[in-house]
């Protein structure tokens, strides 16, 4: 008997730790989708934003590229020959026109002065004769106009030579920029050529060599190129090429704006040429563009890459709204329009041109009208990855419960001491 009452003691046993058992899983469950539910942001629209309509200028342009180039570039030389006595210019430096650039010795120049006055003493001492010796014959009268053709000659390169002298002094021609410096102290240029530095160099090593030796030699070389170059500063052009799809939109006189990552500000400027001859060499067709730059040009420099827009079409006072605020349905085009008490009313509208992040209204709404709109926003990772949260979260009935928490008809499942009877 007393072992009877102990099987029935055992059995409601079992049933007290299946039911046990099932809801402290079924409570821990519940607590790590809370948890794991609770440490998840919420995936929240993003607050409406509004923005009012406004009028503002569209413009539609035509993109190319293009390079900054001066329009004037000098390549200054000395027109004597000489000895180059001193240089005042470097590399780097600015210049205004006429300013000095270098200086040669006057000995060349003063032997041709004065080479050229003798020569002009004596034609005019033969035409003095001459005109002494006139006595109205054919001969005379031929000695005399060769006697003054030559003073005529005499007499102008006496004057050439006059004004040569300032030859020694070699003197900017343009404003700009100096970009190379070919002389130095002690270099021979030949007339309209420049020496080289660097057989100036050579020369001065030459005698430090020879010096040990109780002899001093010096050489100048001289060659062809320019003493000092400079760059203009004062005008500038862009020569870029438009494709054939867009020339038709681009003709002289119409407004350019140029940017560059290497400039600071916006370089403007207009069309000055356009090309009829297209040029087929990069595999498409492109006509070739001018452009002239405008304004002021102090921070340009020669080789900068900008970007060009040429603006063949600009209209100012057009009524826009940011791009994002326009709905389009089946061709159809609305807002969100708030109204004054707060309400929003889907508004149709007529829609034109888009420049930028905003486009034209041509009816349906009116300056100062506020729209309202979600502003556009890349779609982020959170709601799909609670979603895949979620969709893990086991279910009551994986834990082995079924119905609303209870046990499963039929008694404890198998495996159970005491079940699957």
């Known amino acids: 008997m007393a072992q009877r009452t102990r099987k029935r003691l055992r059995r ?21 989708f809370a948890i794991t539910r609770g440490n998840q942001p919420e995936s929240a629209e993003p607050a409406a934003t509004t923005a009012t309509a406004s009028l503002a200028t569209i413009e539609r342009t ?30 780097g430096d600015t210049v205004t026109e006429g300013q000095k650039l270098a200086k040669i010795d006057d000995l060349s120049l003063t032997k041709a002065l004065l080479e050229a006055k ?14 002494s010796d006139a006595d109205g014959s054919d001969l005379s009268d031929v000695r005399l106009s060769a006697a003054k053709a030559a003073l005529k000659v005499a007499k102008q390169s006496y004057r ?17 920029l100096v ?6 102290v002690g270099d021979v240029t030949s007339g309209t050529s420049s020496a080289s530095s660097a057989g100036g160099e050579t020369a001065g090593a030459s005698a430090a060599g020879n010096s040990g030796m109780g002899a001093t030699t010096t050489t100048a070389a001289t060659t062809s190129s320019a003493a000092v170059t400079i760059v203009g500063t004062a005008t500038w052009q862009v020569s870029t090429t438009v494709a054939a799809s867009d020339i038709d939109n681009v003709s002289a006189g119409l407004q ?29 067709i492109v006509y070739p563009v001018t452009i002239d730059v405008t304004g002021d040009t102090s921070a340009l420099f020669d080789g900068v890459s900008v970007d060009v827009s040429i603006i063949y079409e600009r209209r100012t006072n057009v009524l826009t709204v940011p791009s994002a605020a326009v709905t389009t349905t089946d061709g159809a085009a609305t807002v969100e ?6 309400t929003v009313t889907t508004t149709t509208v007529e829609v034109g041109q888009t420049s930028g992040d905003q486009t034209e209204i041509t009816s349906g709404i009116s ?8 502003p556009f926003q890349a779609m982020g990772g959170s709601g799909s990855g609670d979603s895949e949260r979620n969709s893990q979260m086991p279910e009551f009935g994986d834990f082995g419960v079924g119905g609303q928490g209870g046990p499963p008809s039929g008694g404890a499942p198998g495996g159970f001491p005491g079940g699957g009877q």
């Open 179 to 184: 970009t190379s410096v070919g002389i130095e």
């Open 160 to 176: 050439d030579a006059k004004e040569a002298m300032s030859d020694q002094t070699l003197r900017a021609s343009i404003a700009g």
């Open 367 to 374: 300056e100062g009208d506020t729209v309202q709109y979600q």
């Open 337 to 342: 329009l708030v109204g004054t008490d707060g």
């Open 256 to 284: 350019v704006e140029m940017t560059s990552d290497d400039l600071t500000d916006t370089v403007y400027g207009i069309v000055s040429a356009v090309g009829k001859l297209p040029d087929t060499s990069s595999g498409t």
């Open 12 to 32: 409601p046993s079992w049933r007290v730790l299946i039911i046990v058992t099932a809801f402290v899983l079924i409570a821990g469950g519940g607590t790590a």
């Open 118 to 131: 003798v020569s002009y003493l004596s034609a005019k001492a033969d035409y003095d004769e001459a005109t």
């Open 62 to 91: 035509v993109s190319a590229s293009g390079t900054l180039t001066p329009t004037a570039t000098a390549d200054e030389a000395f027109d004597a020959s000489g000895t180059v006595e001193a240089v005042y210019v470097a590399e």
